[in-house]
């Protein structure tokens, strides 16, 4: 069964400040999203990494994909109040399951 | 193009009763996804559809089941409702591509309450 854990699960950091949200999976996959949702809203996508060492950017956020470490990333730098919302990272498994998310991490930047 | 749709937006049943939502997808995608949203257990998949078939299932008991028609809409059901199921429903859409590989689309959701 693919597992998805982000951390941190909650963060509130300054503006002006940098960060990194990680997301770790438990099985192979190579096709790893990154979606935004804002309280009372339906997610954004972000990011699509679909192979070892994608790296995607937009703005003041920029994903990387290590298929190696099942792991990704999503750096946040020069933290603005606009970006305070809760991150997912989800999967593909590429059988039966779907898209497989994360808990989310929900992100305040605080003047 | 027109994003995903979903009807109703907001929903309130009692226990027991039954519930049909409404999904429209992006114009040709053919593939719908269904999501369930709460605080405790997060986004959990309930199940796609692609060309009217169900193609892939999350583990959710039998009294959630969907279908899709030959436009590509789709509908989930929940018979029996339980308080449990109280729950932001999420539908997605999505259409294959090396670029995006399997990225979907969210629509609004539709908001459940059961009393």
């Known amino acids: 069964e693919l597992k998805v854990e982000q951390n941190p699960l909650f963060l509130s950091m300054q503006e002006g400040k940098n960060y990194t949200i990680y997301c770790n999976y438990s099985?192979?996959?190579?096709?790893l999203y990154w979606y935004r949702q804002d309280p009372g809203k339906s997610l954004e996508s972000l990011f699509v990494?679909?192979?070892?060492?994608a790296v995607k950017q937009e703005g003041r956020l920029m994903a990387s994909l290590d298929t190696k470490a099942r792991l990704s990333t999503l750096h946040i730098t020069a933290a603005v109040h606009d970006l305070s919302a809760t991150y997912f990272c989800a999967v593909s498994g590429g059988g039966a399951d779907g898209l497989t998310f994360g808990k989310g991490t929900h992100l305040i930047i605080q003047p | 193009k027109a994003g995903v749709t979903q009807t109703p937006r907001y929903l309130i049943k009692t226990r027991g009763q039954q519930v049909t939502l409404s999904c429209s997808p992006i114009?040709?995608?053919?593939?719908v996804s269904w999501y369930q949203q709460t605080p405790g257990q997060g986004l959990q998949f309930l199940f796609e559809?692609?060309?009217?078939?169900?193609?892939n299932k999350g583990n959710f008991p039998g009294r959630f089941s969907g279908r899709q028609f030959s436009n590509s809409r789709s509908e989930m059901n929940v018979s029996t409702l339980e308080l449990g199921d109280s729950a932001l429903y999420l539908c997605a859409s999505s259409f294959f591509s090396p670029d995006r590989g399997d990225e979907q689309y969210f629509g609004p959701g539709t908001r459940l309450t059961v009393t």
């Open positions: 559809y692609f060309s009217e078939t169900q193609r």
């Open positions: 099985t192979t996959s190579d096709r």
């Open positions: 114009s040709g995608h053919r593939s």
């Open positions: 990494l679909l192979s070892n060492g």
